[in-house]
Structures are given as C-alpha cells and as structure tokens.
C-alpha cells in the first residue's frame, strides 16, 4: 500500500462576476435557457490587472497555509491547464518562482482538458511515490474567458476563469486514490486550434455529442472506482463531479440514488471552468467544513479529448514532520 491524502484546498477566483443577463447582451440568450440548460447563473472572468497566474499563486498559497506546509517542502508542482498564461516557462515554473519552490521540486503542466486535475493528481501519486518525496501541489488553472468566441451562443454561455489548488502528501500507510483514467482521441466534438493551425485559438464544440459522452463516462468511472475499492456508492461521503453542466450531475446523482447532501454544486456561481472545476468544489468544500479527515470522497471528471477519470479520494490531517 502507499498513496496520497490531500492536505490543504485553497482557491483564486477573478473578481469580475458575469451574469446571464451580460452575456444576452453580447448573444441571443436568455437567463430561463441559460439556467434551465446549464445550472449556470454567473461566472467570474479575468478583467485589467489579473492573470491566471495570479489565481493561481492566491490558491497555491491558501492551500500551502491550510497544511502547513512550507513551499521549500514541495516536491512535485503540478499545473492542469489548457491556458497557461505563457507557453514557457509552464505556469509550474512560474508558481515555483513565485513560492520559492525548491530547485529539485519537479515542475511542469499537463494538458488533460476539464479532466486534467484528475490526471495531475494520479501523475503526482507516481510521482511522489517513486522520488519518496512527501509534499505535491496539485493545481487546476483556467483563463477560458480568452479562448471564448463571443460569436457562438451555444458555448459562450459556459465557461468561467479561476484557479483550484491541494497540497497532498504520499505516506506508505495511505491508500491510492485508485485512478481511472483514460481517453477517446476524438478531435472532432471538442476543439481549441493551437497556435500553429493558423486558426484563431477559440473553443468549438458540438455540446449534445460531449453530453451525450459525459453521461456515460460518469457512471463508467464511479462503477470503476468504486469496484478498485471495494466499496459500494453509499460507502462514499462526498461525490465531486466536474461543474460542466447541472444536468449531467443531477443525473449521475439521480443513477446513484446520492442524497443531495452528498454532492455539491458550485456550477451556478462559476460555469464551467475546465481544469480548475473539481479543486474549486474541493476548496469549498474544505472551507466550509462539510469534509473531515477520513471522508471518502469519489471525484470523476470528463472532456476535450475526449478524456474521463475518477478517483477515491481522502483529506487527512497534515502529518507532523
Ligand atoms: O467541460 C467539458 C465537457 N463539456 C460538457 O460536458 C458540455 C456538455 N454539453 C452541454 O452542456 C449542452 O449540450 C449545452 C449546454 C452546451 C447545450 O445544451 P443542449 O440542451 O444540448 O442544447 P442544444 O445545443 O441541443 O440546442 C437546443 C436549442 C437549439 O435551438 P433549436 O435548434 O432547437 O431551435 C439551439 O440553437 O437551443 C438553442 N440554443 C440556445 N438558445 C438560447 C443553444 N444555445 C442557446 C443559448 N440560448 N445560449
């Protein structure tokens, strides 16, 4: 056995809130269609003066304060994004920079679409767990506001900037998370052209046929995962789904018969934001104190990619040094 718990959750959101009603002034839309399509009332976007590199450092830090963690102490650093601030140096670069992060800590950012916490995650698990270093810090960082076409109504609508961070730490006596994780190589329902295409770096996506995916990657990874374990759904405190869409959770939840109290939403506040989604719940999650020490907690994620994952999930209390 080995694996790792995460430690401390901290969270960088933009101070700009966008509301339906500012985008149906950009598109034809409405609130009723946005909320009743998407669950979506508001979602924060990144005006003058801010960077995802700067929600990004504020979530670093709050999760490295919450555990008591010193950034010296970091072995691994970890960025899922698909919009760094700059392609080089990585946005794990920068934060190691900013933080003071060890000159051995191992740095880089990794491209998994919306399900690339997940990814980071089972990535630092290995990580950690073949260095023997004890601390990683695992971030989701999105600036999806800047890949948006302001033309299309159909994606518009969706999609928030923010940044979600977890200090984890691996110890011989924790269990993995037992990652799933896999991928479709589909270029065709979810695309952002890169920046050699010629074509302007703008998210397309044909939404029924990702919902339609998402329907059943969810149930494939909570199946999975919970088959890993051992365990069946009720054994799970806490199921974390990535905030694409109200429905494709209400459904999951409805499959698995989980009491509301049991899966938490935050989708309404901030849209989709892609990688940084799942750190995002799991940071409110934590402030607010609705997750304890030894809680299970099954996270499945899904997107571009096409790409899915989910993992069992433990918060710990940070183990003296
Ligand atoms: O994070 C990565 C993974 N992403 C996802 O999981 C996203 C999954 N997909 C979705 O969440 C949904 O497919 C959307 C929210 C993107 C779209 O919802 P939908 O129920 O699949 O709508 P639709 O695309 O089938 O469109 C239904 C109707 C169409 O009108 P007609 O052809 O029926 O007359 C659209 O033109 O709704 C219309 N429509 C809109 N109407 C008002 C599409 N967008 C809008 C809009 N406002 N913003």
Redo the contacts with the bound molecule.
């Keep these: 056995m080995s694996g790792i718990k995460i430690v401390g959750t901290g969270l960088g959101v933009p101070n700009r809130v966008v509301t339906n009603a500012d ?1 149906a002034n950009l ?4 609130e009723g ?2 909320v009743s ?2 669950g979506i009332s508001t979602r924060r976007h990144l005006s003058a003066g801010e960077t995802i590199l700067s929600c990004t450092l504020q979530a670093a830090r709050a999760a490295l304060a919450q555990a008591g963690v010193r950034p010296e102490e970091i072995g691994t650093c970890l960025v899922a994004t698909l919009t760094p601030d700059m392609l080089v140096p990585s946005a794990a670069c920068m934060v190691q920079k900013e933080l003071g992060l060890a000159h051995d800590a191992v740095c880089f950012d990794l491209n998994a ?2 399900t690339g916490f997940l990814f980071a995650l089972h990535t630092t698990e290995c990580l950690l767990k073949s260095s023997r270093k004890k601390f990683g810090l695992v971030i989701g960082a999105e600036n999806l506001s800047r890949i948006t076409d302001w033309a299309d ?6 999609f928030g900037d923010g940044a979600g961070a977890a200090v984890v730490e691996w110890r011989e006596d924790f269990p993995s998370i037992e990652a799933v994780l896999g991928c479709h190589g589909d270029d065709r329902v ?1 695309r952002v052209p890169g920046v050699e295409t010629g074509v302007r770096s703008l998210i397309s ?7 339609k ?2 329907i059943q990657a969810v149930p494939y990874c909570v199946d999975e995962v919970l088959r890993r374990c051992s365990l069946a759904p009720e054994d799970v405190d806490f199921f974390v789904f ?4 109200e ?2 959770i209400d459904a999951a939840a409805k499959r698995y018969n989980i009491p509301p109290e049991k899966v938490y939403k935050n989708i309404q506040n901030y849209g ?1 934001t ?1 990688a940084a ?1 799942i750190p995002l719940v799991l940071a409110e999650l934590q402030t607010q104190g609705r997750i304890h020490p030894g809680d299970r907690v099954l996270v499945v994620g ?3 990619g096409l790409t899915w994952g989910g993992a069992l999930v433990e918060f710990a209390e940070r183990t003296p040094l």
């Design positions: 985008i598109v034809d839309t409405n269609w946005i399509r998407t679409a919306c109504r159909s994606t518009c609508i969706l979810l996506m044909e939404g029924t046929h990702v919902f995916f998402a990535h905030q694409a869409n429905r494709i989709n892609s989604s899904f997107g571009g």
